[in-house]
């Protein structure tokens, strides 16, 4: 018993398989095409504060670190890591509120970092946390 007949369908007109190479091919271009923006995933309102920002004051110090011999500078004068050891106990015995502010070259061995810090952390001075700088930095 049939209930209902059979349709024959009749193929369609615009043949499909070609028309997913075209898109693909479409697809294809506009990734190339398409430039993309890097932009940050969380976007942050930092906080302000209107009281002036407290500068460096002429008795602390500032050491470079440089990537290559020689590596430390103390301003703009060059010096040895045991002139940085007594120049820091020279200066904390003056003035115990000294504080150290380290800027070192980003191909900088870390190494020489720690020492600078372990000899200003033996001598009792305080130290801000060191600021990376591009190649090539001059004191």
Do not use: H
Not at 4 to 33: G, H
Not at 107 to 130: D, H, M, Q, Y
């Amino acid at each position: 018993m049939r209930f209902c007949q059979k349709k024959r369908r009749t193929p369609p007109a615009i043949i499909i398989v070609s028309l997913i190479d075209i898109l693909i091919v479409l697809l294809i271009f506009m990734m190339v095409t398409t430039t993309f923006r890097q932009q940050p995933a969380i976007r942050l309102e930092l906080p302000t504060t209107k009281q002036p920002r407290q500068g460096g004051s002429e008795g602390n110090l500032i050491v470079t670190i440089a990537k290559e011999p020689p590596y430390f500078y103390l301003g703009p004068a060059q010096v040895s890591l045991e002139d940085l050891k007594s120049e820091f106990k020279r200066r904390a015995a003056q003035n115990p509120d000294v504080v150290l502010a380290l800027r070192a070259d980003t191909r900088a061995e870390f190494g020489n970092v720690l020492k600078v810090t372990e000899a200003a952390s033996t001598a009792g001075i305080k130290s801000r946390p060191v600021a990376y700088l591009k190649d090539g930095i001059t004191p």
